[in-house]
């Protein structure tokens, strides 16, 4: 079993920074592939960026490449997502999850979810 608990999201102009972080209990969690997923309200659950176990490999949905990085720090049990240049379109609820499974961009393989956090970027 895995829990993760998010950090606070908030309130960002367009062009600004946040970083969201994800904290998950256990003590394997370098066993785990995380993932980013994001959902504004009337659309589908959507694959933000996944990030492997070791954190060697990671892979980006093409709307935030370059401009979102997902790292993780195994130590702390914790990763993260820094969003720069951000867009309106980029608000959402942001979600984090861990699965077994590697680099996977299908919310379907992720068993454990957290809570969400909401992310709004004004024009």
């Known amino acids: 079993q895995v829990q993760l608990v998010e950090s606070v999201g908030g309130l960002v102009q367009a062009g600004g920074s946040l970083r969201l972080s994800c904290a998950a209990s256990?003590?394997?969690?370098?066993?785990?592939?995380m993932g980013w997923f994001r959902q504004a309200p009337g659309k589908e659950r959507e694959f933000v960026a996944t990030?492997?176990?070791?954190?060697?490999?990671?892979y980006y949905t093409d709307s935030v490449k370059g401009r979102f990085t997902i790292s993780r720090d195994n130590a702390k049990n914790t990763v993260y997502l820094q969003m720069n240049s951000l867009k309106p379109e980029d608000t959402s609820v942001y979600y984090c999850?861990?699965?077994?499974?590697?680099?996977?961009?299908?919310?379907?393989?992720?068993?454990?979810w957290g809570q969400g956090t909401q992310v709004t970027v004004s024009s």
């Open positions: 990030i492997s176990g070791s954190g060697g490999i990671t």
């Open positions: 999850a861990a699965s077994i499974i590697q680099g996977s961009s299908s919310y379907q393989s992720y068993p454990y």
């Open positions: 256990g003590r394997t969690f370098s066993r785990y592939g």
